[in-house]
């Protein structure tokens, strides 16, 4: 069974930095790109990053480029985001997801809660 | 504002057909990209609804099934029913932006 848990949420003040961990189990994790999508609370999804399967190629939502940083351990299986100089704005569950062959988002985390306030 | 667009609501009586559109770009949608769906309850992650443009993944009903035509694509639900009052967005690849894209998400109500 394909599983993804994020972790690494939780109350910070705005400039801060927060790591925010995916681990995922069930499949083959090299063979995937993978994403971090953020949802503030009552609004829709917006997509933040992205990382292919070796973790040689990256790209950013203009919201968060320069700030954030997405990385992968394949040996751990995991995903990471590094958020660094955290606005008001960045509050929001993130997501991680795997993309599938035709590009779309088959398997979700259930998210986890990142508070940027003073 | 989202690149895709989205009604922000729709909603019909149980049995009833509904559809949501997604409307995008040259850069997007009409770029070739293809267009996915997610349906995401109250409370939960977004599940994958529709994926390159009409396949359901094996869980979902054939209730449900999109469509794509020049920059715009579109989810249609029939027969509705009650557990279908869910929020709903479409999700593109953008070449300009080098991203996913998603739309501002439509919340469907069964009256």
């Known amino acids: 069974e394909v599983q993804l848990v994020e972790s690494g949420g939780g109350l910070v003040q705005p400039g801060g930095s927060l790591r925010l961990s995916c681990a995922v189990s069930g499949f083959t994790f090299i063979d995937y790109w993978m994403h971090w999508v953020r949802q503030a609370p009552g609004k829709g999804l917006v997509w933040v990053a992205r990382i292919n399967g070796d973790g040689s190629s990256t790209s950013y939502a203009d919201a968060v480029k320069g700030r954030i940083i997405i990385s992968r351990d394949n040996a751990k299986n995991t995903v990471f985001l590094q958020m660094n100089s955290l606005r008001v704005d960045d509050s929001a569950v993130y997501y991680c997801?795997?993309?599938?062959?035709?590009?779309?988002?088959?398997?979700w985390g259930q998210g986890t809660l990142v508070t940027v306030s003073s | 504002q989202s690149v895709l667009t989205q009604p922000p609501s729709v909603s019909g009586a149980p049995g009833q057909r509904v559809t949501i559109s997604c409307t995008g770009s040259?850069?997007?949608?009409?770029?070739?990209?293809?267009v996915h769906w997610y349906q995401q309850l109250p409370g939960t992650a977004p599940k994958l609804l529709i994926y390159?443009?009409?396949n359901r993944p094996s869980w979902v009903p054939d209730r449900f099934s999109g469509s794509k035509s020049g920059t715009s694509a579109s989810l249609a639900i029939t027969g509705l029913q009650a557990e279908d009052e869910a929020d709903y967005y479409c999700?593109?690849?953008?070449?300009?932006?080098?991203?996913?894209?998603f739309g501002g998400g439509t919340k469907l109500t069964v009256l």
């Open positions: 390159g443009n009409t």
């Open positions: 999700q593109s690849y953008d070449s300009s932006l080098s991203g996913s894209v």
């Open positions: 040259s850069s997007n949608i009409g770029a070739g990209s293809d």
């Open positions: 997801a795997r993309e599938d062959s035709v590009s779309s988002f088959d398997s």
